[in-house]
């Protein structure tokens, strides 16, 4: 089965903590995207990439970072730097320079003890 | 700045009835995508429409573009309880990077 997966499904930080959420793929998508989802509200931009060893910044990119070393993964850390990060974050994955849609994960809920 | 706005935000309406979603753009793309996210859930992919004219169907759900307006409609017949659900519209801007640009959303509920 094709597909993203998230995880964790959910995710509680302390203050002053890093944390990593993961997201893989087997679409065989080059371009992967990291969106923040806070109640009741759009979809923001955190962080896209097209292509492996390259990402560039989306709206909301402060308290964040990603890598991507591999086609299939595209993780981000939520760093101490972001002060409010509690939210629904959202990875998506698309096939390059075409017309498809995005494709989404399931999500992963952050939550700040 | 690119801007996608949607109205309504909010909708409740009766079972049976009919009702339209508006998406306004601000840019001249002619790649609109239309997402249905349930309560706590993911977002699902609805429609795809990639041309001036283009028109999608399935179920109780139609979608079309003017891009020469730079409006997406997503017309709902006869709704049903199971409609339920935010509805994002989001728009593929040409050289951007593949970067999608999406609506506020609206949030339709469906009164039995």
């Known amino acids: 089965d094709g597909g993203i997966t998230q995880s964790p499904k959910y995710l509680f930080r302390k203050e002053g903590q890093n944390v990593t959420l993961s997201c893989e793929q087997n679409?065989?998508?080059?371009?992967m995207y990291w969106y923040r989802q806070d109640p009741g509200q759009g979809l923001r931009l955190i962080y896209y990439?097209?292509?492996?060893?390259?990402?560039q910044k989306g709206d909301i990119a402060e308290g964040y970072s990603v890598s991507r070393e591999k086609k299939e993964s595209f993780p981000l850390t939520v760093t101490s730097a972001q002060k409010n990060p509690t939210a629904f974050y959202l990875c998506?994955?698309?096939?390059?320079?075409?017309?498809?849609?995005?494709?989404f994960g399931p999500g992963t809920r952050l939550l700040v003890l | 700045e690119l801007k996608v706005e949607q109205n309504p935000l909010f909708l409740s309406m009766q079972e049976g009835k009919n009702y339209t979603i508006y998406c306004n753009y601000s840019?001249?793309?002619?790649?609109l995508y239309w997402y249905r996210q349930d309560p706590g859930k993911s977002l699902e992919s609805l429609f795809v429409l990639l041309s001036n004219g283009a028109v999608k169907q399935e179920g109780r759900l139609m979608a079309s573009l003017d891009t020469k307006a730079r409006l997406s409609t997503l017309h709902i017949t006869a709704a049903v309880h199971d409609l339920s659900a935010t509805y994002f519209c989001?728009?593929?801007?040409?050289?951007?990077?593949?970067?999608?640009?999406f609506g506020t959303g609206t949030s339709l509920t469906v009164i039995p």
């Open positions: 990439s097209q292509i492996v060893n390259d990402f």
């Open positions: 679409l065989n998508h080059d371009a």
């Open positions: 989001a728009v593929d801007e040409r050289g951007t990077g593949n970067q999608f640009y």
């Open positions: 840019t001249t793309s002619d790649r």
């Open positions: 998506a994955s698309r096939r390059a320079g075409g017309t498809e849609t995005q494709y």
